[in-house]
Every structure is written in C-alpha cells, then in structure tokens.
C-alpha cells in the first residue's frame, strides 16, 4: 500500500487510484465522443426525414421516400437508445471518480489527523516532563522551607 511513514506526494510513483483515475478519465472521453457521435446521428437523420417529408406526385417515389423515412426514424430511435445508456454511463463514471477523489480526500485528512496527533502527543510528552519538572522543584522547596520544619519542630 501506499501509507508508509516517508513522504509520498510529487516524488513518489503514482498509486493504484490514480490509475484508476487516469483510466477513469479516459472512459469518460471515449463516452463523451460516442455521445458527439449520436447526437449527430439524430440530427442527420431527422434533418433527412424531414427533407423527405416532402409530398410528390408519383406513387412509387412516395412509398420509396416512405421506406426512407422509416429507416431514418428507426436510426434515430437506436441513436436515441445509445443515447440514453451513454447517460448512464457517464452516470456512473462521473459517481466512481468522485468516490476515488473523496476517498484520496479522505486519505489526506486522516494523514493530515495522524500528523496532527502525533504533534499533539509530542506537546503533551513535554507539557509531562515540565511538568514532572516543576513539581520536583516545588517539592524540594516545600520539604526545604522554614514554614516546614517550624511545623515539624512544634
């Protein structure tokens, strides 16, 4: 793992998240290219229904502009499909690498807190000593008064 106690960050390889990152990232690129991809799709092939819907005096050419246009509606229905599952998920990635980003969060807060602790129980060892210190002295004042050994005598 990558929680040893020497400094990790700018110096150090790059983990098992930020691959996964990286690789997330990626993903998420080639999603949104295939979105592009689709959208454009739809466009094209309304625009052409819609060139299409012209009305023509030949029978024959009306139920061949027919034909055309049930194939572009269909194309648009199946892009439209691709649409809704690219949404998905894009859903989805954009959940995952929140979850690597708040758990790399939450791995600097808790290297943050470990530090912090440490710090804390560094003051509190010499906050100890001094005062264990301080008491030593006042002892050795209290048994060495005059107050004392007058109250000893009497």
Known sequence: MNRGGGGGGAGGAPGPTAA?????????????????????????????????SRVNDPP????????????????????????????SELKQTAIFLNFASLNEHVEQRMAEFNQQAERTDRLL??????????LK???S???SSVLRTKQLEE
Do not use: P, T
């Open 20 to 52: 996964a990152s990286a690789a997330a990232v990626q993903r998420q690129k080639s999603l949104l290219q295939r979105v592009d991809a689709d959208i454009n799709g739809i466009v094209d092939n309304f625009s052409h229904m819609v060139n299409l």
């Open 60 to 87: 024959f050419r009306n139920s061949q502009e027919a034909l055309q246009m049930e194939m572009r509606a269909a194309r648009v229905v199946q892009a439209a499909d691709s649409l809704l599952k690219l949404v």
């Open 125 to 134: 060892e010499k906050i100890g000593e001094q005062a264990a210190a301080s």
């Open 137 to 139: 002295e006042l002892e």
């Open 141 to 143: 004042h209290y048994y």
